[in-house]
């Protein structure tokens, strides 16, 4: 049986421990900050993002790889005779998976594509479970399986503070955009299907506090298996709501990051995501 190994672009919410252990090989997307290019986990990270996006003159822009990267990625992880999963995040924000399918065109290495429909720690908790199968001798049919059970067991929640990249973005338009900022209006958004969803809008922090209050409480009744927090300098609200969550589920460890600069340049300023998936 050949050997499977796994590929990813970098919107993956992967520690660098998990990386390591299961030998995941990461393809990095790009930003551009006023005409200068940077490529995550290469010459900028996480950390870092959020205060060059503050300084920056306009809206970052942000870039799928280029095919190319992800042939050579293909090529090397099959020179043995492996065969590869690829997973990349959701189609709905990202050519990346269109890009890895050409790729997987011209590469003599067997590659299969898979569109996790979610993203950051979201999509690491597919890829990892993914990973769990391969080590246990699964197939890459059986992983795919694995992760397509974990994608309809996992709640993605995005709290926006600020709707600025949104609206410079071309997400929201400028009049509505404008009016919610006067209004100190809030979202919370919603990742399920492969598309982003809103899943309420109110005025001030307190809406946003009242959403969490009936997200936790859906949680209670279940069995939570993973918790993770991504945000961008937001982190008064991770810890507020860190605290919580601990209380509630004390034998998982919450894994909280700083998300990668991709989903930072639409997300904007003070953004806070909570991911979870369960056993039912």
Same mark, same amino acid.
């Given at each position: 049986?050949?050997?499977? %190994? =796994?590929?990813?672009?970098?919107?993956a919410?992967l520690? !660098?421990?998990?990386? *390591?252990?299961?030998? =995941?090989?990461?393809?990095?997307l790009? &930003?551009?900050?006023?005409?200068? $290019?940077?490529v995550?986990? !290469?010459?900028?990270?996480?950390?870092?993002?959020? !205060?060059m996006?503050?300084q920056?003159?306009?809206?970052?822009?942000?870039?799928?790889?280029?095919?190319g990267?992800?042939?050579?990625?293909?090529?090397?992880?099959?020179?043995?005779?492996? !065969?590869?999963?690829?997973?990349?995040?959701?189609a709905?924000?990202?050519?990346?998976? +269109?890009?890895?399918?050409? #790729?997987?065109?011209?590469?003599?290495? %067997? $590659?299969?594509?898979?569109?996790?429909?979610?993203t950051d720690? #979201?999509?690491?908790? *597919?890829? @990892?479970?993914? #990973?769990?199968?391969?080590? #246990?001798?699964?197939?890459?049919e059986?992983? $795919?399986?694995?992760?397509?059970?974990?994608?309809?067991?996992?709640?993605?929640?995005?709290a926006?503070?600020?709707l600025? /990249?949104l @609206?410079a973005?071309g997400?929201?338009?400028?009049?509505?955009?404008?009016?919610?900022?006067?209004? /100190?209006?809030k979202?919370?958004l919603?990742?399920?299907?492969?598309?982003?969803?809103?899943?309420?809008?109110?005025?001030? =922090? %307190?809406?946003? +506090?009242?959403?969490?209050?009936k997200?936790?409480?859906?949680?209670?009744?279940?069995?939570?298996?993973?918790i993770?927090?991504?945000?961008?300098?937001?982190?008064k609200? $991770?810890a507020?709501?860190?605290?919580?969550?601990?209380?509630?589920?004390? /034998?998982?460890?919450i894994?909280?990051?700083?998300? &990668?600069?991709?989903?930072?340049?639409?997300?904007?300023?003070?953004?806070?995501?909570?991911?979870y998936?369960?056993e039912?």
């Amino acid at each position: 049986m050949a050997k499977i %190994k =796994i590929a990813c672009d970098s919107s993956a919410g992967l520690t !660098e421990e998990e990386i *390591q252990q299961y030998g =995941i090989t990461i393809i990095p997307l790009s &930003v551009m900050i006023d005409d200068t $290019v940077y490529v995550e986990r !290469e010459t900028i990270t996480n950390d870092q993002f959020p !205060e060059m996006m503050r300084q920056a003159k306009s809206l970052p822009k942000t870039s799928q790889p280029p095919i190319g990267k992800f042939v050579d990625a293909f090529d090397e992880l099959g020179a043995d005779g492996s !065969e590869v999963l690829c997973v990349t995040m959701m189609a709905s924000i990202s050519g990346t998976v +269109h890009a890895a399918e050409q #790729a997987a065109q011209m590469t003599k290495t %067997k $590659v299969t594509v898979v569109d996790c429909q979610t993203t950051d720690r #979201a999509m690491a908790f *597919q890829i @990892v479970e993914a #990973a769990k199968v391969i080590e #246990a001798g699964g197939t890459v049919e059986e992983s $795919v399986a694995k992760m397509a059970q974990v994608r309809d067991h996992t709640k993605l929640y995005l709290a926006i503070d600020n709707l600025d /990249n949104l @609206v410079a973005g071309g997400r929201i338009n400028k009049f509505a955009g404008t009016l919610s900022s006067l209004l /100190n209006i809030k979202l919370m958004l919603q990742v399920y299907g492969g598309q982003i969803h809103v899943a309420m809008k109110g005025r001030g =922090i %307190k809406a946003i +506090h009242k959403e969490w209050g009936k997200i936790l409480d859906q949680m209670k009744g279940t069995k939570v298996k993973a918790i993770g927090i991504s945000h961008v300098q937001a982190d008064k609200e $991770v810890a507020r709501l860190k605290e919580q969550l601990t209380s509630l589920f004390p /034998n998982i460890q919450i894994v909280v990051r700083e998300t &990668v600069p991709i989903i930072a340049t639409h997300t904007g300023l003070g953004a806070c995501c909570l991911l979870y998936y369960t056993e039912d």
